[in-house]
């Protein structure tokens, strides 16, 4: 399967921080964070994801709701 993928740029991501994503929606706004493959956390009563931290600032600039960024991953 790996030979399906760059190996250098395999290894640069994996060197990468993943921090949290957390989506900054309201309840009637769920269904924003949901299709962009948000998941719910129901002990902290919001909607993330977990991705590479470069990922993560583009998802800031491109998701149509602001974006906090969590980095103790």
């Known amino acids: 399967m790996l030979k ?3 190996l250098a740029r395999v290894l640069e991501l994996s060197r990468e921080p993943t ?5 900054e ?3 009637s706004e769920k269904h924003l964070a949901k299709d962009r493959g948000y ?3 129901g002990e902290e009563k ?3 994801k977990d ?3 470069k990922r993560a600032e583009q998802e800031k600039l491109d998701a149509p709701f602001n974006v906090r960024i969590i980095r103790s991953l």
Not at 19 to 23: C, F, G, L, R
Request: glycine share 0%.
């Open 51 to 53: 991705m590479k931290e």
């Open 46 to 48: 919001h909607w993330f």
């Open 25 to 27: 929606v309201r309840f």
């Open 39 to 41: 998941y719910w956390d």
């Open 19 to 23: 921090v949290k994503a957390v989506a």
């Open 4 to 6: 399906n993928y760059d």
